[in-house]
């Protein structure tokens, strides 16, 4: 057995030691009949991209198929929302909104420090690595429209800085933040006075530290903390994965904490793109929880790269647009849930990235 397989297997053991720890669903429209059935609309942003990963615009109603539990709903608006459409092109597309829209990125980053004494194989170098070139990203490829946070997680959640569009500050953030440097903390004389933040809806002080003693927490907490800010927020979760393996050594979903996180990403519009920091070549079974976490909530896992910045390229390419469908949906009165969705699009050569469901 290689070293580098063994230093894998020796990770996933010590992390079942460890504390392992978009789109909305829109109110806008809700009637009661005989107190019976409660009917809502239902928002989904989705992406559609071609084989290259470039976005498709000009979609309409009739390019998608949406269904819940099998079944099909009808659509009653397609529109399109972009970073990067300039504003006289926009104007002339039909169904694509003619201001450009604020773009949310989220960089949160489990500290791999926690497990590096007990294993071969050097992450914090390959997280390191992860902050330097996320810094170069912030610093070149930022559209005036981006909004970007970063938050850090070592047995709770730490915050480097609330939303800005400093990039600067953004570099630095991400460079201490994937160093385990000490965060700002979440204290009133922290917070913002104007512009979206993450910062005015987390727990203060010391609450948030007793609030996100597992990783499930922390993502629940951030998808929260965000879900005030209208639009998709694109969480770039930075890391090797969490959860636990069964007897076999392969990964298992942990029911005690993967699914309420999950419907709380997915409720607050927060889409995730994992990228993996183990070394370009390696396997390790926690890859699983990491592919699973991009599909339910509607983003892309990175698992075999040499650079970050190629991963950074391609999901700040695929994220200058997506589309918002609007639906109607009917729930028992006085229920509640989890609604699973299914996205497609009719154009099978399209690659369609959806949330799984929402809460109602």
Excluded at 23 to 34: L, V
Excluded at 305 to 328: D, V
Aim: proline letters at 4%.
């Amino acid at each position: 057995m290689s070293k580098l397989k063994t230093s894998f297997i020796t990770l996933c053991a010590l992390l079942l030691l460890a504390p392992v720890a978009f789109a909305q669903e829109a109110r806008s429209s809700e009637t009661e009949f005989g107190d019976e059935v409660e009917v809502s609309e239902v928002l989904l942003d989705v992406i559609v991209t071609n084989k290259d990963g470039q976005v498709i615009v000009g979609l309409g109603p009739e390019d998608f198929r949406v269904t819940e539990d099998g079944e099909a709903v009808e659509l009653q608006s397609v529109r399109f929302y972009s970073s990067s459409v300039p504003q006289e092109a926009a104007a002339e597309m039909e169904g694509v909104d003619p201001v450009p829209e604020d773009r949310y990125f989220i960089f949160f980053v489990d500290d791999q420090r926690k497990n590096q004494a007990s294993v071969g194989v050097n992450l914090v170098q390959r997280q390191m690595q992860a902050g330097r070139d996320a810094a170069e990203w912030a610093e070149r490829n930022l559209a005036p429209a981006d909004w970007v946070a970063v938050v850090g997680y070592d047995r709770s959640l730490k915050v480097y800085t609330d939303f800005t569009r400093d990039q600067g500050l953004i570099a630095k953030a991400v460079k201490d933040a994937t160093a385990g440097r000490q965060g700002m903390g979440n204290w009133p004389s922290r917070q913002k006075d104007e512009g979206p933040s993450l910062l005015d809806d987390l727990p203060q002080g010391k609450a948030l530290t007793k609030a996100t003693t597992r990783v499930y927490s922390a993502l629940t907490e951030v998808a929260e903390a965000a879900g005030d800010i209208t639009g998709r927020k694109n969480l770039i979760y930075l890391g090797l994965g969490f959860g636990r393996l069964n007897r076999f050594g392969a990964y298992d979903e942990d029911e005690r904490y993967y699914p309420d996180m999950i419907h709380a990403i997915n409720d607050n519009n927060v889409a995730v793109y994992p990228l993996d920091v183990s070394p370009s070549g390696a396997s390790h079974p926690f890859e699983s929880a990491l592919t699973n976490l991009a599909e339910d909530t509607g983003g892309r896992y990175f698992p075999f790269f040499s650079s970050f910045n190629t991963p950074l390229a391609e999901i700040t390419q695929e994220t200058n647009g997506y589309y918002l469908l609007s639906y109607r949906a009917s729930h028992p009165a006085g229920e509640e849930g989890f609604q699973r969705v299914k996205v497609e699009a009719t154009n099978g050569e399209f690659k369609v990235r959806a949330r799984r469901g929402y809460e109602f």
